[in-house]
């Protein structure tokens, strides 16, 4: 149990356009739903934590007017990386949880290369 | 400040050589620490949850262990197969402190 899909795996885009991430929890309902950027040899930094329903809580440092998130549905949450550029290049990985201090289980993560 | 270290950074092993993976943190209030596995281009795969000292927890040739300070991850006999990148984080407020890593390379 407790599966956690990501879509796209990879997607490589041109700078200055919009790349839209889908994160679904696939066999429970994850009332909330985390957002992480992984850098090579780093580990993961969280950018943004979302409940269903509500406007997504983002990290110190992270532009949320770039990094676009929506919690539509308990199984469903989205990243969309609006503008993007090379610096945005980077492994970005989404978690899901009942709850906010509940296990978080990680999906397998969207490698985003920005030319 | 919360913080997470996790030693060694890169640790080699021969298949059947046990060893233990260190994690060393600093919490205002520790609601739980989480063992990950990571494998390359992967997403973190869940491990375990520890939530109060003396705790311990097995799964198959791994057993995670949590004092007040620090935390080990235990590997008995591992396998070529155990190698991956173990990360541990604390769980302090809402969100996820992750430490850096501990990449394990098992050979046969």
């Known amino acids: 149990g407790a599966v956690v899909s990501q879509h796209p795996s990879r997607v490589i885009c041109k700078s200055g356009t919009s790349v839209k991430i889908e994160c679904r929890s696939l066999d429970f309902q994850a009332t909330t739903m985390f957002w992480y950027r992984q850098f090579p040899k780093q580990s993961l930094m969280l950018m943004a934590t979302s409940n269903e329903g509500s406007k997504a809580t983002y990290e110190q440092g992270v532009e949320k007017d770039k990094f676009l998130i929506n919690h539509a549905s308990l199984t469903l949450s989205t990243l969309t990386v609006t503008s993007a550029h090379p610096e945005d290049s980077s492994f970005y990985i989404c978690?899901?949880?009942?709850?906010?201090?509940?296990?978080?289980?990680f999906g397998p993560g969207t490698r985003l290369t920005v030319l | 400040e919360d913080q997470v270290t996790q030693s060694p950074e890169a640790l080699r092993l021969q298949e059947g050589e046990s060893s233990s993976l260190n994690c060393s943190y600093t919490?205002?209030?520790?609601?739980?620490l989480f063992w990950y596995r990571q494998d390359p281009g992967k997403g973190p795969e869940f491990l375990f949850t520890?939530?109060?000292a003396g705790e311990e927890k097995e799964k198959e040739r791994l057993k995670a262990t949590l004092t007040k300070k620090e935390s080990f991850l235990h590997i008995t006999a591992p396998k070529p197969e155990d190698s991956a990148t173990y990360l541990c984080a604390l769980l302090a407020g809402t969100a996820l402190i992750f430490g850096k890593g501990t990449t394990l390379s098992v050979s046969s």
């Open positions: 978690s899901a949880a009942q709850g906010e201090l509940g296990t978080q289980y």
């Open positions: 520890l939530y109060s």
């Open positions: 919490v205002s209030g520790l609601r739980g």
